[in-house]
């Protein structure tokens, strides 16, 4: 039995220094042909490494010449097969302007656009490359506004908007959170601006009222009065919104508080006047 595994790890070997030593004796040949034909059967075998450290050399040779197209065609996929998504965007899009009259240049457009997708994070973390895809998918819609493919670039923008806007709807929740009034109101009328379709607009509609409430019930007398007025708009605003909401008592509350306490505050702004104090 040992002997038997010995004799099997011994094979393997011999077939992966076998297989290693054909590889670098087509990397150091001097034929793009032989090259060529061996990126290509890499390719098939969905070997991507060696198929594009291959193509990489036979690119220069190819170059115009009728092999030159699906050289770099390939070679693009190459990257985007071994998840080196960055470089597989930029590969596609080189291939799309390169071969404008390509019959491959719409895929091409669509890949550029849809490696950028692959590399949109979760919506906790940065969305740069998430705001890339959305503008490479709309790129390729206006481009192709017929292509069967439009309707996937639809679907994984709004996937992507909709990841988008979950960031920016918690981003305004942690400034309500830390007490940041300013912030966390400026963030949440931003993602009414943004995402005009949001579903959350009765929440954030109903947060920022809360948010204005608490603002100004925290503020120096001097800028109670404004802040107040605020609140009362942001509730009348709810209210006529929404008015069968969940929220509808507690945004009616918070009305009724902060017109007593406008009106408490006038009371003593008329009396300290009247008295002459």
Do not use: H
């Not at 969905?46 to 070679?75: F, K, M, S, W």
């Not at 918690?170 to 009034?181: F, P, V």
């Amino acid at each position: 039995m040992q002997y038997s595994i010995k004799l099997i790890v011994l094979l393997l070997a011999v077939f992966l220094v076998s297989c290693r030593s054909e590889f670098e004796t087509i990397r150091t040949s001097t034929d793009p042909e032989l090259i060529l034909k061996k990126a290509d059967a890499y390719y098939d075998a969905d070997e991507y490494q060696r198929a594009q450290t291959l193509y990489e050399l036979v690119i220069a040779p190819y170059r115009g010449r009728a092999e030159a197209e699906q050289i770099a065609y390939r070679y693009a996929y190459t990257y985007y097969y071994t998840e080196q998504f960055v470089l597989a965007s930029y590969y596609f899009k080189n291939f799309a302007t390169t071969y404008g009259g390509s019959a491959l240049r719409e895929e091409a457009d669509f890949m550029s656009a849809y490696s950028n997708y692959e590399l949109s994070p979760i919506y906790r973390l940065d969305q740069s490359y998430s705001v890339k895809a959305i503008e490479g998918f709309e790129e390729f819609a206006n481009r192709y506004p017929n292509s069967e493919r439009v309707a996937e670039a639809n679907r994984l923008i709004d996937e992507m908007r909709a990841k988008m806007e979950l960031k920016d709807f918690e981003s305004a929740k942690l400034y309500m959170d830390i007490e940041r009034y300013e912030s966390a109101l400026t963030s949440f009328e931003n993602v009414l601006k943004e995402y005009p379709e949001t579903k959350r607009a009765e929440e954030i509609r109903y947060l920022m009222a809360k948010v204005q409430y608490e603002y100004a019930d925290r503020s120096f007398r001097l800028r109670k009065p404004e802040r107040l007025e605020a609140t009362i708009a942001l509730a009348n605003n709810f209210l006529a919104r929404f008015p069968n909401s969940q929220w509808q008592t507690e945004v009616t509350t918070i009305l009724s508080k902060s017109q007593k306490e406008l009106n408490d505050l006038a009371d003593v702004r008329y009396q300290s006047t009247s008295t002459g104090t």
